[in-house]
């Protein structure tokens, strides 16, 4: 079931000379954070890592979503939980049966998710819908924030939809790529119920006016921080 729209920040399209302070000003409007960690390999770009979390963590009572674009992601999850990470995504594309690391995720005591991108069919993560708390569907291809929305994850949005519904799960879908308020209103309707907006955020004149655009638009309804997986487990 499409639960309330949670919105989550992408800190890719921050200002890292001010980030603290970035954070803190959409914090009472948000719901996650969205921490995009590249490593030049699995993606063309470097983007930020564990001391910025550790950081970042004290000032900080969001859900932490560390999205990792990386080839070895589950050597990094033990610093990763220990810097404050609540939530770790994966992709199929660099962890074809992810079995194994989704087991070290929570045996680290992070929640576990596993990323499609846009030219990989769904199919690739069905087998292991079960183990993730989180479905992301890429709407860019990973690497660069500030990119156009691709119109054909909307049909992989819906088939995400059906298959967790079909399943009985209560597992999230999120969006992440390209949000804005008109692409955020397609993907709602398509199923999606977590939306990840650098961009469209960060690099806004009110950032908090935005915040609002985008959940008038996925739903219009607050999503309640304080009940199930969206609290801070620690
Ligand atoms: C892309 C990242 C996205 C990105 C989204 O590699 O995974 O999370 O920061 O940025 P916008 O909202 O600008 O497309
Ligand atoms: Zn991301």
Redesign the pocket.
Known sequence: MQKPARIAP?I??ADFSQLGADVARVEPHVDWL?I?VMDGHF?PNISLGIPVIASLRPVSDLRFDC?L?MHNADNYFDALATAGADLVTIHVEAYPDPTAAAKKAVEAGLDFGLVVNPPTPLESIEPFVDLCDVLVLMS?H??????SFIESTLDKIRDARKLVDSRGLTTDIQV????TPTTAASAWDAGADVF?????IFRSEDPIATVRELRAAAGGRESDRNEGTDTRRR
Not at 196 to 200: E, F, K, L, R
């Open positions: 992408s890719l399209a969205h995009d993606v999205h674009m860019v990973p690497g660069f924030g500030g990119q992440d790529g390209g949000i990840v907006a650098g961009s469209a």
